[in-house]
């Protein structure tokens, strides 16, 4: 399947380049395999919609919906996966739907302070079903080397934001006060970055 969606992006330039540098740096794989088979499932920050798409060929019973507000990129995003829809929008100021799961992948640290990211955390924890789960992949610490190369390209790739990182034992408090439980995962092996992946449920 991550062969089925790289076509899905064929022809189409920096996407195309975009989709397989995806798949090499980010833990697509793995993350795939810790969503649901079924229900509805909410990507935040989809970007090119890459992990929705992957998400909606993996997993016909799953009905995902990816939401970004760079235009060009849902545009891209939308490659007619037909359980996989796409719709342009703010975030942090939408009002969610309730979902089974939620997906923020390497987005948090791209929001616009760390308010933000406290208030999106609040807003999905109140739209998460009961027995849901909210699916977070972050930047680690370490191995340090991973971190420093995930810094200089997210800086290089994202010149005009503002990178607010927070590390496991930030976030682990942060999801305890907002009311979560948490697992967490590290997720670094065989990738260039340094990723952690975090598994919140209601508490
Ligand atoms: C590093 S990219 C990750 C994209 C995707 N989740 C993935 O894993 O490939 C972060 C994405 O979050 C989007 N984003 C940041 N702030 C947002 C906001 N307030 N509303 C919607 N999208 C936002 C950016 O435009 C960017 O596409």
Not at 140 to 164: A, M, N, Q, S, T
Request: a positive charge; glycine letters at 8%.
């Amino acid at each position: 399947m991550v062969r089925k969606t790289k076509k899905l992006y064929c022809g189409l330039g920096w996407p195309t380049i975009f989709t397989h540098i995806r798949f090499f740096t980010a833990p697509f794989e793995k993350l795939e395999k810790l969503v649901p088979k079924k229900g509805c499932i909410i990507d935040l920050g989809c970007g090119y919609g890459i992990f929705s798409n992957f998400l909606g060929l993996t997993g016909s019973k799953r009905k995902i919906l990816g939401i970004e507000f760079d235009e060009k990129k849902i545009r891209v995003a939308n490659r007619g996966v037909a359980n996989v829809k796409f719709f342009r929008d703010d975030i942090t100021k939408i009002k969610l739907v309730p979902a089974d799961t939620i997906l923020l992948i390497h987005v948090l640290h791209h929001l616009n302070s760390l308010a933000d990211q406290e208030k999106l955390l609040k807003a999905c924890r109140q739209k998460l079903k009961k027995s849901g789960q909210l699916i977070i992949a972050e930047v680690d610490r370490k191995p340090v080397g991973k971190y420093w190369l995930g810094w200089l390209v997210d800086h290089l790739l994202y010149p005009r934001d503002r990178i607010f990182y927070r590390f496991p034992a930030e976030f682990k408090k942060l999801f305890a006060s907002l009311g979560f439980k948490v697992k967490l995962i590290r997720a670094s092996q065989g990738k260039p970055f340094a990723h952690v992946i975090y598994l919140l449920s209601k508490r």
